[in-house]
């Protein structure tokens, strides 16, 4: 996938494509859809219908080479702005076309069943038998046949076919990274997956209708403009036809050609035909940045986003904190104390729970325990630990084990808070432990802030974006972090309902909020969301209440998603702008060139010297056409963005875009004037 991102803009497979589709695309319906093009449309018919006229005998139409060439010049220009669009879909197609390769029959090894009980037995089944809730088999070696969630197991999986990256991913049960996608191969290892999506529901299914456009919608802005272009279009219309009573009252004769021609080229023609193509585009560039969104409406509403949630656990920090130092509680035992810590993280599995191990230097094994029974890290209760015969061990965040303790009676050690206070101080996270509802300690954990990520915060400041830092690390950790990082806010001790009440708050407040998260716990916060970023190793919930989807699962994406949002609205702004300019410069050469003869104080009008009112015209109507092709690559690729705000940015665009807007029409047209009066 990331390699498409390096293609041509022009392949000839795809320029073929397009332009097939570009002749396709005149047929009525479809032009009916974009009302400025549709009325471009009209014109060229009722030209093609006066090339009749003058054929037959009409004289006072001018002559019909001239009527022709304009037709033809009409009709590129319906077949340049169907090209536009043509191509952007095109592309997309091509992925779509490289991911059904992804998609192709596989054999899978399903786990027969007896109710709720599953066999030992495995039967090899085409992968489009199975259904929502299968289980299956998958070993190295085998491709993954369906989307699912691993139920048992732990394996290296090549996502190479999906994400583009050839570095290998580890997926395993439990937790936030037990997604696994059909099309992608098990390297090493044996896992059983349980099917999460029915047969045409796959992820694959739903990037390839995406791509195609198939799910494209237009976004609100796209139909605010869409209506803001048809209400310039009848503007132009009223412009147009009030000329003929001018005309009549000058005693100057103006043609039917003159009439459409003024019309086609005053009208926003140029955005007009760019502006499918630009929506297209835009979720054409998410894609090459690995991202599948779910609408347009995502993509361009990343670009007002106003408040950015992050996590700060492999976002701001490397994400893998490990126990640095061991404090035993004043009285305790410091071997006691550590044995206690290894116990309650036998069944530990993250990154912190085998460096408290790794770090305590015992085998676990080596100690003995009756029946135990391990008690899973959960967000509501931020702790874990283990039960065995009239031991109860628990470790975990200080609020959480105080409440613990409070409950049986027993009160907090001074100088155990006092060493949480310390360890918070120096951006570490303290661990405590309790042992029968009696603090024996506290481990220290560290974790090291990304290089670079306070830069970062500061092109999103620059933006307009507020950055808010989400943690279950307590106020002073987090607070530290924060300070360092050069986040705006942060919410400490988080819990689900916590990033849910912060969204709504700042909703409430009128502003568009986005946020990234892997977990079932995030979905929630994630549909609550403007714009939920869901990674695509996390939990079928999380990816259903999103509306996008990172395939790198990298928690910084959401930065890049944002400038991809803003560069979609920058450059239908900017394209906006420099087609609106472009009319002062099709009108001092063509409404000068209607009157001339009659009102000869209008020659000083004619500023770019044009030969003829018919070269005028025609050279207007030529410059109108190819200056669509020219902004192609320009609507596809989009407008560089630079985070210096929303004023400098306006400032920017109009200078490039406005100014532009109305010099290059000029200078064009000039030269198509000479080009024009030099050949025919």
């Known amino acids: 996938m990331k390699s498409s991102s390096n293609k041509k803009l022009f392949q000839a497979t795809i320029v073929n494509e397009a332009l097939k589709q570009s002749f396709i695309k005149l047929s009525p319906i479809k032009m009916f859809l974009n009302p400025v093009m549709f009325t471009v449309w009209v014109g060229t018919l009722v030209m093609a219908g006066v090339c009749i006229w003058i054929a037959t005998g009409e004289t006072h139409q001018g002559s019909l080479a001239y009527n022709i060439v304009v037709t033809a010049v009409l009709f590129i220009t319906l077949l340049f702005a169907n090209f536009a669009e043509a191509l952007a879909e095109a592309r997309g197609k091509a992925q779509a076309n490289s991911l059904r390769k992804t998609r192709e ?85 044996q896992i059983k997956v349980k099917v999460t999506t029915e047969v045409g529901e796959s992820f694959l299914d739903k990037m390839i209708a995406l791509v195609e456009g198939a799910s494209r919608q237009k976004t609100p802005n796209e139909i605010a403009l869409t209506i803001l272009l048809a209400g310039f279009t009848l503007v132009f219309i009223i412009v147009t036809i009030t000329l003929k009573p001018f005309g009549d009252y000058a005693q100057t004769p103006i043609t039917i050609s003159a009439f459409i021609a003024l019309f086609v080229c005053l009208i926003p023609t140029t955005i007009g035909g760019l502006l499918s193509a630009i929506g297209i585009a835009g979720m054409d560039r998410a894609l090459r940045a690995n991202v599948i969104t779910k609408s347009g409406k995502a993509v361009e509403t990343a670009g007002d986003i106003d408040v950015l949630l992050l996590d700060k656990t492999g976002t701001i920090t490397i994400g ?44 676990p094994l080596s100690y003995q325990m009756e029946n135990p029974r391990f008690i899973k890290f959960t967000a509501e209760t931020r702790s874990s630990g283990v039960e065995f015969q009239n031991t109860r061990i628990r470790k975990g965040a200080s609020d959480a084990i105080i409440k613990l303790c409070e409950n049986a009676g027993n009160v907090f050690p001074i100088e155990t808070a006092e060493q949480v206070t310390i360890i918070s101080s120096n951006g570490g996270t303290p661990l405590v432990v309790a042992e029968n509802e009696r603090v024996i300690g506290v481990i220290e954990l560290q974790d090291i802030i990304k290089t670079g990520i306070s830069e970062r915060f500061e092109r999103l400041r620059k933006m307009g974006i507020k950055t808010v830092m989400v943690t279950g690390d307590n106020p002073l950790t987090a607070k530290y972090i924060a300070e360092k990082a050069g986040v705006d806010d942060f919410i400490a001790e988080a819990k689900p309902e916590d990033k849910m009440n912060y969204i709504k708050k700042e909703q409430s407040e009128g502003r568009l909020v986005a946020m990234m998260g892997d977990g079932t716990n995030d979905a929630p916060a994630l549909a609550q969301a403007d714009v939920g970023v869901a990674m695509n190793s996390g939990t079928q919930a999380a990816k259903e209440a999103g509306n996008m989807v990172d395939l790198d699962n990298d928690p910084t994406k959401l930065i890049e998603i944002v400038e991809i949002g803003k560069q979609l609205l920058m450059t239908r702004g900017t394209l906006t702008t420099f087609s609106i300019a472009n009319d002062v410069a099709k009108y001092f050469a063509i409404v000068p060139a209607l009157f001339i003869a009659s009102i000869p104080a209008l020659q000083g009008l004619n500023i770019m010297k044009l030969h003829s009112p018919e070269s005028a015209i025609l050279s207007a109507v030529i410059f109108n056409a190819i200056i669509i092709p020219f902004l192609i690559p320009l609507a596809l690729r989009g407008v560089a963005y630079k985070p210096i705000g929303a004023s400098a940015l306006l400032r920017r665009n109009l200078l490039i875009y406005g100014l532009g807007g109305v010099i290059v029409p000029f200078i064009g047209i000039k030269l198509i004037d000479i080009l024009v009066t030099t050949f025919i």
Do not use: H
């Not at 997926?171 to 290892?189: I, Q």
């Not at 904190?321 to 810590?341: H, L, M, Q, S």
């Open 105 to 189: 029959e596989t054999p899978a090894k399903w786990i027969q069943s007896v109710g709720e009980i599953y066999m030992n037995e495995v039967k090899m089944v085409p992968s489009s038998q199975l259904k929502k809730g299968d289980i299956f088999l998958c070993e190295t070696g085998d491709i993954i046949p369906s989307d699912g969630e691993i139920i048992e197991g732990l394996a290296t999986i090549d996502e190479s076919a999906i994400t583009g990256e050839s570095a290998p991913v580890i997926r395993e049960a439990g937790g936030d990274k037990s997604s696994v996608t059909g099309g992608t191969k098990v390297l090493s290892d």
């Open 320 to 363: 893998n904190r490990k126990a640095t130092k061991f404090y035993p509680a004043n009285g305790v035992d410091e071997k006691a104390f550590i044995k206690a810590t290894v116990l309650s993280s036998m069944a530990d599995e993250t990154p912190e729970g085998k460096s408290i191990i790794e770090l305590a230097g015992i085998n």
